[in-house]
T-cell receptor
């Protein structure tokens, strides 16, 4: 069975500082990995995905994520946080070459960026 | 280009009742998946529809059923509602045929069961 762990329920950073939201996964074979963001009373918005190729993936709003196969991690990063980045972030995984319905989501990390 | 839309936004029901939620996929998408997001948790996969058939199903009881129409829109039906069914129900659309197809989510329907 596949799983996702987001070890931090909450991450607090100051505006302008770099941010990292952690994600580790377990899946049979190679993974597809995704990050989504959810604002209050809204659905999930796609940020970025890792399918294959470069381990560093760039996505929307200046976010990037680094795939580390040996550590089974896919941490979300941003060099300079904005107050508007404050939201709930979800990591998701599914086995390589399976369709979207096989996705497993983590329980989310609340990011708070303070001015 | 309209994204994924869901209706209604909010719904309040009592135990034992039945509910129907609706979803229209993003333009060009033919696959619809439904998720249940309980408070403080990530989305849990309910089932997926493609070509008007249920293609995959998560670990949800038969009280949860669905339908997909020829225009790719979809309904989620829940019978005999329980208090534990209170959650945000998310619809996501995608299109297969390419590696790593991305799901795009609607704003959700907040269901409260009293």
């Amino acid at each position: 069975a596949q799983s996702v762990a987001q070890p931090e329920d909450q991450v607090n950073v100051a505006e302008g500082n770099p941010l990292t939201v952690k994600c580790t996964y377990s899946v049979s074979g190679n993974p597809y990995l995704f990050w989504y963001v959810q604002y209050p009373n809204r659905g999930l918005q796609f940020l970025l995905k890792y399918i294959t190729g470069d381990n560093l993936v760039k996505g929307s709003y200046g976010f990037e994520a680094e795939f580390n196969k040996s550590q089974t991690s896919f941490h979300l990063k941003k060099p300079s946080a904005l107050v508007s980045d404050s939201a709930l972030y979800f990591c998701a995984v599914r086995p390589y070459n399976t369709n979207a319905g096989k996705s497993t989501f983590g329980d989310g990390t609340t990011l708070t960026v303070k001015p | 280009d309209a994204g994924v839309t869901q209706s209604p936004t909010h719904l309040i029901k009592t135990r034992g009742q039945q509910v129907t939620l609706r979803c229209s996929p993003k333009s060009g998408h033919d696959t619809v998946s439904w998720y249940q997001q309980a408070l403080g948790q990530g989305p849990q996969f309910i089932f997926q529809y493609y070509e008007e058939e249920e293609r995959q199903r998560g670990n949800f009881p038969d009280r949860f059923s669905g339908h997909q129409f020829p225009n790719y829109s979809s309904e989620l039906n829940v019978n005999a509602l329980l208090l534990g069914d209170s959650a945000l129900y998310l619809c996501a659309s995608s299109t297969p045929g390419q590696g790593g197809d991305t799901q795009y989510f609607g704003p959700g329907t907040r269901l409260t069961v009293l």
